[in-house]
């Protein structure tokens, strides 16, 4: 059976009332509290109605107002639908609850998303840098990050 995710929203409402969560309409997804992430994403992908085994892509994003997001892609072989989740934090408070440990695959894409954007996930097994030096400061795909002139006394090619 195909569940839309304004259903699975209304679903996920009426058995977590104590998260906030709301949906967006115009592009179609679940919005969820950043430190509720790992108890949605147990439901979805344990209980019969959703299972949602796979998470395709999970991606950070500046969205040049002050805040970070962290927008999950889910996909459910057993019933062959998706959904959308998504999480928006401040970017001086960017905490968001892992999900490494419900999907493996979100082991490099949140430390993709802590290297770049500077966005923390609480509970992750390994976060470190993964494609910036460990010495590396600031967090590249923040929308008012400055290239630094010299790393490490050579000049930064830009």
């Not at 979805?44 to 500046?62: E, I, Q, T």
């Not at 968001?96 to 979100?106: L, M, N």
Request: proline letters at 5%.
């Amino acid at each position: 059976m195909l569940l839309s995710s304004a259903l699975i929203f209304e679903q996920l409402n009426a058995t977590f009332p104590e998260v906030e969560l709301s949906y967006d309409e115009a592009v179609p997804c679940v919005i969820v509290e950043p430190m509720a992430m790992k108890k949605i994403a147990l439901q979805l992908r344990d209980a019969k109605p959703y299972c949602f085994d796979s998470l395709m892509c999970l991606s950070g994003v500046d969205n040049a107002d002050g805040t970070l997001g962290v927008v999950y892609h889910l996909y459910s072989f057993k019933h062959n639908h998706k959904l959308t989740l998504k999480t928006i934090v401040q970017k001086d408070e960017a905490k968001v609850e892992s999900v490494e440990k419900v999907w493996r695959t979100a082991d490099w894409h949140e430390r993709e998303a802590f290297d770049l954007l500077g966005i923390e996930f609480v509970g992750h097994r390994n976060l470190r840098r993964i494609l910036m030096p460990y010495d590396w400061e600031g967090f590249p795909l923040q929308k008012d990050y400055k290239v630094p002139e010299f790393y490490n006394g050579i000049k930064v090619p830009y």
